[in-house]
């Protein structure tokens, strides 16, 4: 049974930080890509940054220089540091493995 938990959302104030982790189990993690996405309400999903099983990455170009992913194969986890947070950037985040989703952990981005 693949199952992706994501953690680390929540209320942050414009300018401030978080780190969001996916706890991932039923995958070969090591060889597998994994992505974070987002969705804003009334919008769709989209990518947020992507990492290769070597270690490559990919970013949105409203996150480059903000945000950075990177993945631990020893804990079978993947983050997403989220700097310089903006209004913006709330939504729903969600970590992604092959066809597999997390549930989501909600970000809000408020003063």
């Known amino acids: 049974q693949v199952r992706l938990v994501e953690s680390g959302g929540g209320l942050v104030q414009p300018g401030g930080s978080l780190r969001l982790s996916c706890a991932a189990s039923g995958i070969m993690f090591s060889i597998s890509g994994m992505g974070w996405y987002r969705q804003a309400p009334g919008k769709q999903r989209d990518l947020v940054a992507g990492i290769t099983s070597s270690g490559n990455t990919n970013y949105a170009d409203s996150v480059k220089g903000r945000f950075t992913i990177s993945r631990d194969n020893a804990k079978n986890t993947v983050y997403l540091q989220m700097n310089s947070l903006k209004p913006e950037d709330t939504a729903i985040y969600y970590c992604?493995?092959?066809?597999?989703w997390g549930q989501g952990t909600q970000v809000t981005v408020s003063s």
């Open positions: 992604q493995a092959h066809w597999y």
